[in-house]
Each structure stands twice: as C-alpha cells, then as structure tokens.
T-cell receptor, first 114, second 113 residues
Framework: IAGITQAPTSQILAAGRRMTLRCTQDMRHNAMYWYRQDLGLGLRLIHYSNTAGTTGKGEVPDGYSVSRANTDDFPLTLASAVPSQTSVYFC?????????????FGEGSRLTVL | GENVEQHPSTLSVQEGDSAVIKCTYSDSASNYFPWYKQELGKRPQLIIDIRSNVGEKKDQRIAVTLNKTAKHFSLHITETQPEDSAVYFCAASISTGGFKTIFGAGTRLFVKA
C-alpha cells in the first residue's frame, strides 16, 4: 500500500537515552518533514528536507537531528532524550513542487520520556 | 520566520449551523494556505487549500477565503454535521529559506446533534 510509514508507533524511553524514529515513504515525494504535536500547540516543525541530501531546521530543532540519504527515508534522532520531548511525532511528505502541495502524514509515533 | 495564529481554540456549534475559523500569518512571502482536519487519534488530512493568487475557494460545504493585504485567511463550514467534529489546523507555506509549512495551534470543533 502506497503511503508513509512510521516506526515505532509508541515508545517509552528513559531520559538520556538515544532514540531514532523511522519514516519511510514510497510515493517518491521530494520533500519530507518532521512535526511534533503537543496539546494546545498544534503541529510544530522540527526539521525538513526538500530533496535527498539536503535538510533544514524548522521551528523547534534543538535536541533533534535528521538525515536524508535517499528519497524514501527520513529518520529523526533524539541524541539524549529529555522529558520535554514527550510528544506525538508526525512524519510527512509533500506532493507538488515549490511550497505548495498536500502534506501526507504518517500515523504518528507517541514518545514518552521518563 | 513565519508565525501562524489561529482562533478560536475551541468552537461549539449546533448541527446545521455554520462554523468559522480564522487565521493570520506574519510573512508576506507565504503563498499557499492549506487546511487540515484531524479526527481523534488519527493523522491530519488535507480538506481544502488556497493559493495566494486566489481570494476564495469552495468545495461543497467548506470554503476558504484569503485576504493577502491583511494577511488573514478563514475556513467556513456550512450546514455542520456531527462528523465535522474534529481539530482543524490552518497552515501557511513559504518558499524562502526552504519550502516549509507552518501550522496554527488548531481549533477543536464540536458539532452538537
């Protein structure tokens, strides 16, 4: 089934541990994004990638890193998790060119940092 | 950078009434304005969008208006139904400094039967 897949769907993590959230799409979209969703704060952009080999910082990049080695994969890494990173994380890819086009979201990864 | 403000945070309407959600954006370089609907426990999904060269767009019971001068855009839902109950997000996309989509904080809409 074509779409965007995230893993894991849910994870409990001890503070200080390293964690990588995986995101894979098979729609051959150039642009990919990571958002975090917190109650009352909406969807905040963490990092983005307009095409394979390039990445950029979003609104809340601190404590997170990404890589884009190929078109399909866009992993998000928390080098040393802190409780404030408890959130639901959504990966998305975008159709179209330029700044316009629908975002297709994954099902989300619920991360709890204790 | 771009900042998107969305109001109200919560909206309760009676079935059949209209609902209006308003957003403002800060960066005049933003040129694409999508709206997403997120049902409880699910992922956000696009319901309608508008580009900066268009003032209004309609799709059945939903419509979006854009005032570029004032940097305002709004979502209008007519003849609301219980299945319209969800969280709605406005967003603004900008191409300067990378192609980014910035979201508002969301509006939780309750439609009472």
């Amino acid at each position: 089934i074509a779409g965007i897949t995230q893993a894991p769907t849910s994870q409990i993590l001890a503070a200080g541990r390293r964690m990588t959230l995986r995101c894979t799409q098979d729609m051959r979209h150039n642009a990919m994004y990571w958002y975090r969703q917190d109650l009352g704060l909406g969807l905040r952009l963490i990092h983005y990638s307009n095409t394979a080999g390039t990445t950029g910082k979003g609104e809340v990049p601190d404590g997170y890193s990404v890589s884009r080695a190929n078109t399909d994969d866009f992993p998000l890494t928390l080098a040393s998790a802190v409780p404030s990173q408890t959130s639901v994380y959504f990966c998305a890819s975008r159709s179209g060119t330029g700044s316009a086009g629908e975002l297709f979201f994954g099902e989300g990864s619920r991360l709890t940092v204790l | 950078g771009e900042n998107v403000e969305q109001h109200p945070s919560t909206l309760s309407v009676q079935e059949g009434d209209s609902a209006v959600i308003k957003c403002t954006y800060s960066d005049s370089a933003s040129n694409y304005f999508p709206w997403y609907k997120q049902e409880l426990g699910k992922r956000p999904q696009l319901i309608i969008d508008i580009r900066s060269n268009v003032g209004e767009k309609k799709d059945q019971r939903i419509a979006v208006t854009l005032n570029k001068t004032a940097k305002h855009f709004s979502l209008h839902i007519t003849e609301t139904q219980p299945e319209d109950s969800a969280v709605y997000f406005c967003a603004a996309s900008i191409s300067t400094g990378g192609f980014k989509t910035i979201f508002g904080a969301g509006t939780r809409l309750f439609v009472k039967a």
